[in-house]
């Protein structure tokens, strides 16, 4: 009842001015509440709070920017800067000046389905915006996440295309050899390209049969060391060097002539990590040690993407392709202790 009276006493003059218009919207404003179960006032201090929270929010144009500066501070790379640009400019596009507090979960859901891409490709997006948004609420420019409850698209997962051992060996063969290296450490130690693209020679510990990949070029930011194996050291040592890049500047140039020697006619997407990933699992049957060289967390992803991809008998052939010069004169890759 004390409330009540102080509120009279505060609002009453207010209210006695309220014009025959103003007490039509309020009844308008009741009728619409009523069935929710609302007051008025409820519903005026939500807007009053939502119109504080925009006039203090930033534009997505601002957003994306302060969030792209932020992930270079934190030192990532220039390939994820590039990608987070690219998907975020897309996005930036058609809701550039629109303040951020203002986007709602059901506007970015029906974003994300609109995009013509595979259903891989639109939960990238989905993962990036993600980001986005929850750098938003930690800024204060929002207080949720309208991504979080947006939907994944469904993706059905496809084997893994490999190369097969004949049109490895006939790659190899046919390569020039400033460009065996980079393919070879590809098929027999798994490396990611973006990987093999930054490994330096002084990386790659022959005689302690290593390859180190340091955190600042790895995809995960870990450190790892990748076994060499017996036809992998025939492959690197005639052309190792102290250092410099592994990957020679003109594999642009030299690696189509390669293939079109080879006679392969398709390159597998991601082929050489993903044959390795498969002949390791069937020659070696050990998930756990294929994730550590592969950089994976988990074995999680080896079991779904690679079990039972090849048989044993032509994994044992993978091992098996070496020089032509050094061809029978190899220990045999299983005596050898890998995995």
Not at 87 to 115: H, N, Q
Not at 153 to 167: D, S, Y
Not at 241 to 259: F, I, N, W
């Amino acid at each position: 009842m004390a409330r009540r009276s102080t509120e009279r006493a505060k609002f009453g003059a207010e209210a006695e001015q309220l014009t025959a218009e103003d007490r039509l919207d309020t009844a308008k404003a009741k009728a619409l509440l009523d069935p929710h179960g609302a007051t008025v006032r409820e519903a005026a201090q939500f807007f009053a709070d939502y119109l504080s929270r925009t006039a203090k929010s930033a534009t997505i144009t601002e957003l994306r920017d302060q969030f792209i500066e932020a992930k270079r501070a934190d030192g990532r790379g220039s390939r994820y800067l590039g990608d987070l640009r690219s998907r975020l400019g897309r996005f930036s596009e058609d809701y550039a000046e629109t303040k951020v507090a203002a986007i709602t979960g059901p506007e970015v859901d029906d974003w994300l389905r609109a995009l013509p891409l595979s259903p891989v490709s639109r939960n990238n997006f989905r993962t990036v915006l993600h980001g986005l948004f929850a750098f938003a609420v930690a800024r204060g420019y929002r207080t949720d996440n309208p991504v979080a409850g947006t939907a994944k698209a469904k993706v059905v997962r496809k084997a893994p295309e490999i190369f097969t051992p004949a049109q490895l060996r006939s790659l190899l063969a046919n390569a020039d050899g400033r460009i065996v290296p980079a393919i070879a450490i590809g098929a027999f130690a798994g490396l990611r390209r973006a990987e093999i693209d930054r490994l330096d020679w002084s990386e790659i510990d022959l005689a302690a049969g290593y390859i180190e990949v340091k955190g600042s070029k790895s995809k995960s930011g870990a450190r790892r060391l990748v076994k060499i194996t017996p036809n992998l050291h025939a492959w690197l040592t005639p052309h190792a060097r102290k250092s410099g890049l592994v990957r020679d500047l003109k594999e642009r140039d030299l690696l189509p002539t390669a293939r079109k020697d080879a006679k392969l006619e398709k390159w597998p997407d991601n082929g050489l990590r993903h044959s390795f990933a498969s002949y390791h699992l069937a020659h070696f049957k050990n998930a756990a040690a294929l994730a550590l060289e592969l950089g994976h967390t988990t074995s999680d992803l080896i079991f779904s993407n690679y079990r039972e991809l090849v048989r044993p008998e032509v994994a044992a052939e993978w091992w098996e392709i070496t020089p032509a010069a050094q061809a029978g004169n190899m220990v045999p890759f299983a005596a050898a202790g890998h995995g």
